[in-house]
């Protein structure tokens, strides 16, 4: 049976928070939408709503990790990255202080809320910032080990968490998730599909496609987009002729330019982006979305072929 991500992460937040009493948690009048709830029902002295004033929830947390605690902050990814974005940078991040931030409804999956609140900037937004670290986990037992891992980062993390209902990937669970490692699901030697968050799956159904074609395809789950894994990426660069990226964001300042910063200037595999092409989404089913805007294995499919010349 499927979870959502959102559950997950809510879930892990109430274990964390039985293991470590410094461990406090602020949301903005959504706790029941981001699933904090499960944290401020089995510790609500350890728990802040703030209503819906998100810069003010980000400076307390600011103020709580001063006296030592290890504030969660939980919002809506448009609202926390978005709206409070200054004070994100100047509140947490200038100062370098051990604030967990752990956005949910990020991209087009948020569906039927439409383009005023699918989020297809965030990853941008929060790696540019000096000192934040970004992690985009895949499924929700990943989303566990990314929460387990941001709390015992010194430092800001960003948990990037999605809305729909999705299984655990099998090809994960055997797979050890390690901080600024990428995770290489499926090894290859013609080509490599570099993705992160909900794009793993699809980027293992077009593996399994290329396969079929006798094209070998590798599949790397950058589930940390910063600090990125740039030895993965420079030796599938060295060791195929075609490397594609998938996230669930804007192809501008996401997980393709982070890979393809790591690729300037490097001779090697031809590369391209899949990605929301500029533009702000719909309302509409989160699959139907994904096919709209090209989110797909299919597309990763004719991506591949066509750098190869196939």
């Known amino acids: 049976m499927g979870k959502s991500l959102r559950v997950a992460f809510g879930e892990t937040l109430a274990k964390i928070g039985e293991e470590n009493d410094k461990i406090v948690a602020l949301d903005a009048d959504l706790a029941n939408a981001t699933q904090s ?4 029902d089995k510790f609500p002295e350890r728990f802040f709503d703030m209503g819906i004033a998100e810069a003010n929830m980000i400076d307390t947390a600011a103020g709580l990790a001063h006296d030592g605690f290890v504030p969660f902050v939980s919002t809506f990814a448009l609202f926390g990255a978005g709206r409070a974005y200054e004070e994100i940078r100047n509140s947490v991040a200038y100062e370098n202080l051990n604030v967990k931030f752990a956005f949910s409804h990020s991209g ?30 895949a499924d929700p037992a990943e989303t566990e080990k990314a929460v387990r891992a ?4 010194d430092g800001p993390v960003y948990v990037r968490v999605g809305r729909p209902v999705v ?10 998730f390690e901080f600024g490692k990428a995770t290489v ?16 799956t699809r980027a293992l159904e077009a593996a399994k496609k290329l396969e079929a074609e006798g094209i070998s395809t590798a599949v790397v789950n950058m589930h940390t987009i910063k600090p990125i ?15 594609v990226t ?5 192809v501008i300042g996401g997980l393709g330019s982070a890979v393809a910063e790591v690729l300037a200037g490097k001779a090697g595999a031809k590369f391209s982006i899949i990605g929301i092409e500029d533009c702000f989404g719909q309302s509409g089913k989160p699959d139907d979305l994904f096919a709209e805007y090209g989110l797909t294995a299919d597309h990763a499919v004719s991506d591949i072929k066509s750098l190869l010349g196939k």
């Open 37 to 40: 709830k499960y944290f401020r």
């Open 108 to 137: 087009l999956s948020v569906g039927e809320d439409g383009g005023s609140h699918q989020s297809i900037e965030d990853i941008a937004l929060m790696r540019v910032m000096p000192n934040m670290r970004v992690i985009v986990p």
């Open 150 to 153: 941001a709390a015992q980062l």
């Open 167 to 176: 299984d655990d990937i099998p090809e994960l669970d055997d797979k050890p």
């Open 185 to 200: 699901v499926k090894d290859g030697t013609d080509a490599c599909i570099i993705a992160c968050g909900l794009m793993v």
């Open 229 to 243: 894994d740039k030895d993965t990426i420079l030796k599938y660069n060295d060791k195929v002729k075609a490397i």
């Open 246 to 250: 998938m996230e669930e964001h804007s």
